[in-house]
Nanobody, 119 residues
């Protein structure tokens, strides 16, 4: 059973920084892509940043230049370095991992970690 466990959330003042971590376990050594999503109260979950197994990255416009996604394949982990945080970055941050084999596509989610940015 694949499990994604996030850590690193917390309360931070505007302008501060946080580093989120997500570690995968449960039998898949390499995911095709890993990503971070967030959900603010009353809003839909949105993609924040993604990284492929080849290292290609993609960011939401709202975090471009402030957030950096990276992964450690040896540890089967993905990280999100967040800087210059804004109150609008507040939300629950979820880790996602995608695994494709033949015609099958699997999507895994972590339980989420709360990030709160105070003004």
């Amino acid at each position: 059973q694949v499990q994604l466990v996030e850590s690193g959330g917390g309360l931070v003042q505007a302008g501060g920084f946080l580093r989120l971590s997500c570690t995968a376990s449960g039998g898949i050594d390499s995911f095709n892509a890993m990503s971070w999503h967030r959900q603010a109260p009353g809003k839909q979950r949105e993609l924040v940043a993604a990284i492929t197994s080849g290292g290609s990255t993609d960011y939401a416009d709202s975090v471009q230049g402030r957030f950096t996604i990276s992964r450690d394949s040896a540890k089967n982990a993905v990280y999100l370095q967040m800087s210059s945080l804004k109150p609008e970055d507040t939300g629950v941050y979820y880790c996602n991992a995608k695994y494709h084999v033949l015609h099958l596509k699997y999507d895994y989610w972590g339980q989420g970690t709360q990030v709160t940015v105070s003004s």
